[in-house]
């Protein structure tokens, strides 16, 4: 069964770090862009980060710009994201999907279930 599994969140104090996983199984990633994107409870779904399938391109929300970084490694199928200098804000479940656009997580190939960062001392 094809599908992306995400992984690495969890709970951590504000200031530390964390790096989110998004693996591909079934089929490859060769060829998409990556959107990551996160929600949290009562709030609209955010675009935080998205990389090209060459990863010479990368795009981030201004709310993590400078803190969190995005990279893809195809040999493993897998993008990632470095989340540093957490806040609180940041808490929210944290998603894939084989595309970038926010309202249009649904309509791509493939989108995961998530993984919970919460940012709490």
């Known amino acids: 069964q094809a599908q992306l599994v995400e992984s690495g969140g969890g709970l951590v104090q504000p200031g530390g770090s964390l790096r989110l996983s998004c693996v591909a199984s079934?089929?490859?990633?060769?060829?998409?862009?990556i959107g990551w994107f996160r929600q949290a409870p009562g709030k609209e779904r955010e675009g935080v980060s998205c990389?090209?399938?060459?990863?010479?391109?990368?795009f981030y929300a201004s709310s993590v710009k400078g803190r969190f970084t995005v990279s893809r490694d195809n040999a493993k199928n897998t993008v990632y994201l470095q989340m540093n200098s957490l806040k609180p804000e940041d808490t929210a479940n944290y998603f894939c999907?084989?595309?970038?656009?926010?309202?249009?997580?649904?309509?791509?190939?493939?989108w995961g279930q998530g993984t919970q960062v919460t940012v709490s001392s």
């Open positions: 079934g089929f490859t990633l060769d060829y998409y862009e």
């Open positions: 999907a084989t595309g970038c656009s926010p309202g249009a997580v649904f309509n791509y190939d493939y």
């Open positions: 990389i090209s399938p060459t990863d010479d391109s990368t």
